[in-house]
Structure formats: C-alpha cells, structure tokens
C-alpha cells in the first residue's frame, strides 16, 4: 500500500465547477500536510498548508482529519488556469516529504 | 522568500558517463537536502537525504554506488548519477526545507541517448 494515496484522475471539469480531492495516508507518524500544485514538466508548487482545523484561501480550502487519516482540497469556482496535477504531500520529521500520485485536473471553458 | 536553485535544467548525456547535477539553497542555509525523482505520469518519489558534512541517506531500492550525493557547504548539494543508462532518463529535483516550508529546485530534465 502507498504511502499516500490520492483520488486518481483526471478530473475534467468546466469553468465555474467546484471539484473535490481527497487524499489518504498510513503513517500516523506523520507531522505535517500540504497540497503542492506541479504544471507540466515543473517543479511543485506549494498551494497551501493543511491543518485539523481546516483552512481557506481564496477558492481553495484544505481539512485535515487526523483520526480518519484523511486530507481534502476544495476548489471553488474553478479557473482555467487552475489546470494542472495537485499532489498530496505528508512530511515527517526532519521534513523528508512523501507525496501522492497526484490528481490531473483539466477546467474546460 | 526563499529560493533554491538547480542546474542545470536539462541534459543529454551518453550512455555510460556520468553527469553532476547542482543544488543551492540561495538565501538561507539548508543542513538538509533532499532529492527526488520524477518518471512521466508518476509522482515524485524520494530518492535519499543529503546531509551537510555526513553521509546521505538513501531510500529503499536507491543504488548509493550510482547515485552519488556530496552536501559540502550548507548551501550545496550534488547528485552525481554514474554510468547513465536509458533507464536513469527521468526528472530529478531537489528539495530544501527553509524557515516557512519545503522549497524545490526547478529541476533537471535527464536523457541518457
């Protein structure tokens, strides 16, 4: 079993839509949450951070579920330019990260 | 905000010789580095952790005799991919963790011909 294990894709969706990912990881040793956003043939990008209490920015909001060993990111009102795969990454101590699979999103017009 | 940078951003190289691939954390001092491979349509996967002044760590299945790691400086690492083959054609990026996060390098697109 993976690490972390993401929704696969890819998720086509048209401009305006809101799109649901989830992600799921098996160690509970696990210290840290981010979604990294990586366009084609680039290196990741980070999105955001992912804390228990939930957080948002902007269109996008991330939730945490420890106990469930759960994470999700939420994309409101989806924009072209929000094109691109969105990984799923858990750090543990001394920040080695492990990432998903990623999810490829395409937004239509 | 901090900023890590890779060189170079692509190679070709033949079969059979070596090829050096450089990371600077440019603005801050990074005693960790760490260093991913990436093949098409797959995710990043952790190839070892580079130490300043210590020997790296490789995952699990990473050959260390091939994929030589050198963390001099705490600004510096390098990964030294050894008698290239096809197979070793990927994107390598590299990792340094700042004060606010994980910061990559731009990455460096291998072919081995």
């Known amino acids: 079993r993976k690490e972390v294990e993401q929704d696969p894709g890819p998720f086509n969706v048209p401009e305006g839509a809101t799109v649901a990912f989830n992600c799921t990881y098996s160690n509970s040793a696990s210290q840290s949450f981010f979604w990294y956003r990586q366009d084609c043939r680039k290196e990741p990008k980070l999105l955001m951070s992912v804390y228990s209490s939930g957080n948002e920015d902007g269109r996008f909001t991330a939730q945490l579920n420890r106990a469930s060993q759960y994470i999700s990111l939420l994309i409101r009102d989806s924009k072209l330019s929000d094109s691109a795969t969105y990984l799923c990454?858990?750090?543990?101590?001394?920040?080695?990260?492990?990432f998903g699979q990623g999810t490829e999103l395409s937004v239509k017009p | 905000g901090a900023v890590v940078s890779q060189h170079p951003s692509r190679v070709i190289c033949k079969s059979g010789t070596s090829v050096k691939i450089e990371c600077r954390s440019l603005d801050f001092q990074a005693t960790t580095m760490f260093w991913y491979r990436q093949f098409p349509k797959q995710s990043l996967m952790l190839m070892a952790t580079s130490n300043e002044g210590s020997k790296a760590t490789y995952e699990q299945g990473v050959e260390k005799d091939k994929f030589l790691i050198n963390h001099a400086s705490l600004t510096l690492s390098t990964l030294t991919v050894t008698s290239a083959h096809p197979e070793d054609s990927s994107f390598y990026i590299c990792?340094?963790?700042?004060?606010?996060?994980?910061?990559f390098g731009q990455g460096t697109r291998l072919t081995v011909v």
């Open positions: 990454v858990v750090s543990y101590q001394g920040g080695k990260l492990i």
């Open positions: 990792s340094a963790r700042g004060s606010s996060g994980a910061f």
